[in-house]
C-alpha cells in the first residue's frame, strides 16, 4: 500500500480529520431518522476538539511518553560509548525558497542539531535514516545530510534513503550498520517518538541506545488561565500523542502475531 494512502487514514482517524467521519455518520443516522443520536455525535466530535486544545490536555497525554526516555544531559559522559549515532527524519519543510526550495523540518533540525553536538563530543559516524514519500523528490536523508554536512560540519558515513516509516527505519538502518560491523548506536529522536522508536528497533543485530532530544515543535501557553484555553499548538501536540499511542499499540500488536 503506498505510503500517501496510509498517511491519508491516519490522518482521517485522527483528530481534526476525524470529524469528517463523525460528520458522515451523523448525516446517516439523520436519513435514517435518528437526529437526536446524529447531533449527539456532532456534539461529541466538536467536544473532543475543545478538550485536545487545552494544554493541560495535551501536557498530561505526552507526560508518560516523554518521561520513559527523557532527554539528558552530557550524554556523552556516559559509559561505555556505542559505536554510532542514528538520526531518524522527520518530514520536510517544502516552502523553504531561503534554502532553495526544500529543508528539514524543524523537528528534524532539533534532532540534527543534538546529533551534531553528539559527534563533537565523541566523534562518532553517523547515519541518517528516511525516504520521500514522492520518488522525484529528495529524500529527508538526503536533506539532513545537507544540513549536517554545509551548516553543522559534521560529516555523514551513511545515508539510508528507502524507508517511509518508523518500522522501515529500524530495518534499513539495522541492516546497514550490521554489515559495517557495528554492535551498538545511539538513537536519536524526540522523547515523545522514543518508545515508539525503540519498540521498532528492538531485537535487531545492533543495540540501540535512547539519546532523545526535547520536543520539537510549538509549545502551547500553559500559564494560568491559558492552560485552560484552547489553542491550536496544544491541540497539535495532542494529536501527536495519540498518533504515538496508536502507533505503539499497532507495533506491539504486530509483534505478537509475528511470534
Known amino acids: 500500500m ?3 494512502w496510509v498517511r491519508s ?25 435518528r437526529p437526536r443520536l446524529a447531533v449527539t455525535l456532532v456534539v461529541l466530535g466538536w467536544l473532543q476538539i475543545i478538550l485536545l486544545a487545552t494544554p493541560a490536555t495535551s501536557a498530561w497525554l505526552l507526560r508518560d511518553l516523554q518521561n520513559r526516555y527523557p532527554a539528558q544531559a552530557e550524554l556523552w ?19 523553504a ?7 528539514s523540518s524543524n523537528t528534524g533540525l532539533e534532532r540534527l542539531r543534538y546529533a551534531a553536538l553528539l559527534h ?9 535514516s528516511g525516504g520521500s514519500p514522492q520518488p522525484e ?17 559534521v560529516p555523514v558515513r551513511w545515508v539510508e534513503t528507502q524507508s517511509h516509516t518508523t518500522l522501515q527505519n529500524a530495518e534499513f538502518t539495522d541492516q546497514i550498520l550490521a554489515n559495517a560491523e557495528i554492535k551498538s ?26 539519546a532523545s532530544c526535547s520536543f520539537g515543535g510549538s ?17 497539535e501536540r495532542s494529536v501527536l500523542a495519540l498518533h504515538e499511542y496508536f502507533g505503539l499499540a499497532w507495533y506491539t500488536l504486530q509483534r505478537k502475531v509475528s511470534n
Do not use: D
Open 2 to 4: 503506498s505510503i500517501l
Open 97 to 103: 525558497s531561503e534554502y532553495g526550495g526544500e529543508t
Open 120 to 128: 563533537r563530543e565523541t566523534q562518532l559516524p553517523i547515519l541518517i
Open 9 to 33: 487514514f491516519e490522518f482521517l482517524i485522527l483528530p481534526p480529520g476525524n470529524l469528517l467521519l463523525i460528520t458522515l455518520m451523523a448525516l446517516l443516522l439523520w436519513l435514517f431518522k
Open 77 to 95: 559522559k556516559t559509559t561505555p560509548l556505542p559505536e554510532a549515532i542514528v538520526v531518524l527524519g522527520a518530514g520536510r519543510n517544502e516552502l
Open 219 to 235: 509549545i502551547a501557553w500553559h500559564y494560568g488561565l491559558t492552560n485552560w484555553t484552547p489553542q491550536s499548538s496544544a491541540l
Open 137 to 153: 523528490k529528495l529524500s529527508e536523508a538526503e536533506m539532513m545530510r545537507s544540513v549536517l554536512e554545509n551548516e553543522f560540519k
Open 185 to 210: 548506536a545511539w538513537l536519536v529522536t524526540q522523547s515523545w517518538h522514543m518508545p515508539r522508536s525503540l519498540l521498532a528497533f528492538q531485537k535487531r543485530e545492533v543495540n540501540y541506545i535512547p
